[in-house]
């Protein structure tokens, strides 16, 4: 077996913290909207799937669903997009995990997000751990396509069976998979620590390992 020597992660509801099924709730409320609609008109539309693949901003995006979610002018999007991106966190769990891994391989993160991506890393202040950043938005092609894999590993200078990649879709896992990559499908936190410890050599093992609870073999 190659010895690994990258962890590459997802974005969304893995780095960042997945928003309880009431705060959806609540953002249907406010906006007059069918419950469980939300979900559906943003990251159902057309308008998203540009986005992804950097056929539209961010912004252009929100202007664009706006009238679906109920909100009438530029400025009414502006503040409910505002808000929305205010309940976006980091998981302090996962970023513990990427503090541990930080010290003794290279980090990557592969996200299918629109534009800009390595900003808001920057601005919650954790850009710094990883040695690439993907985003589709701003490459051009987005997961499961195996270029997105394969350039992420060119860059990282690592082959496919020395990297495990970390996403909560398993669609995406097994794309990697195909190519060779390690794959963790996540669940939670805690699960994750199990499953990269099984793949991980323990600490103790090399000259990086005082640092970290995941040691280089």
Known sequence: MAMIRAVIFDFGQVISVSRPAARFAAYENELGIARG??????????????????QRTMKSFWYCIGPSLGLATPEAVDDFRR???????V?????????????SYRLAVLSNH???????LADWGIQGYFD??????????AKPDPATYQAVLERLDV????????????GHIEAARALGI????YTHARQLSLDLAALLPKSGS??????TGFGRK
């Open 37 to 54: 609609s939300i979900n559906r008109i943003m990251f159902d539309s057309p308008a998203w799937q540009e986005a992804l693949v950097g």
């Open 206 to 211: 090399g000259p990086d390992a005082a640092k």
């Open 91 to 103: 998981n302090p769990a996962v970023l513990d995990l990427i503090r541990e891994l930080h010290a």
């Open 83 to 89: 808000r929305y991106y205010a309940d976006e966190a």
């Open 132 to 141: 690439v950043v993907y985003c589709s938005g701003d490459e051009g092609c």
């Open 182 to 185: 390690h794959g963790i499908v």
């Open 114 to 120: 629109p534009p800009g991506l390595g900003q808001w």
């Open 159 to 170: 082959s496919a069976p020395e990297a495990v990649f970390i996403d909560d879709t398993a």
